[in-house]
């Protein structure tokens, strides 16, 4: 599931990948974001067979196919905030509950290789958004249920979320290589 504070909190780095929010500017925003793509079409191509691919560790987690799939929706939705942003002085926006989409997806029965296809475009597609701001269209800003967010917040969050889910992805594929793992305790 979307672990908690990954939308909510404020914090210069995430506890648990390490990412640093800072490392994200209105220079390198479209760059960073453009190889969120490439990234996770290289995991869901290299693991489209691996069993532990479309299945949930636990009922609470994700499997790694949803994480993408959810990565996906977020690319998505992030260009349409930033879209609107643009278009409107301080707007409402759109709030969508991930763990209902999921839910309701049945993102398990989806393609992986079709899933890696649509990250690569909703990727390409926010990375051009963001490409064609001025410096001054990074500051400008909306809100989310009354929290203000800025276009470099966004762009800063969906490159932490990619980072964040390919850790994700990596824990529940990573099942795999544990039961074959030698023994390291001799
Ligand atoms: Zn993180």
Redesign the pocket.
């Known amino acids: 599931m979307e672990?908690k504070g990954?939308g909510t909190t404020r914090v210069a780095r995430?506890?648990?990948?390490?990412?640093l929010f800072s490392s994200v500017n209105a220079d390198n925003a479209s760059v960073t974001v453009g190889r969120i793509g490439p990234a996770y079409a290289e995991v869901l191509r290299a693991n489209s067979a691996v069993p532990w691919l479309r299945q949930r560790p636990s009922a609470k987690v994700w499997s790694p196919l949803e994480y993408a799939t959810h990565m996906r929706n977020v690319l998505l939705l992030f260009a349409r905030r930033i879209q609107v942003i643009s278009r409107a002085e301080q707007p409402e926006l759109e709030v969508m509950s991930h763990d209902d989409v999921v839910a309701a997806g049945d993102y398990n029965r989806l393609d992986p290789l079709t899933v890696a296809e649509e990250i690569r475009q909703a990727g390409r597609s926010l990375a051009d958004v963001l490409a064609g701001l001025a410096p001054a269209g990074f500051a400008r800003r909306g809100f989310r249920d009354g929290e203000e967010r800025t276009v470099l917040e966004i762009s800063q969050r969906a490159a932490?979320?990619a980072?964040?889910h390919l850790?994700d992805m990596a824990r529940g594929l990573g099942r795999s290589t544990t039961v074959a793992r030698p023994d390291q305790s001799r």
């Open positions: 672990p990954i995430c506890a648990e990948c390490g990412f932490h979320e980072q964040h850790l």
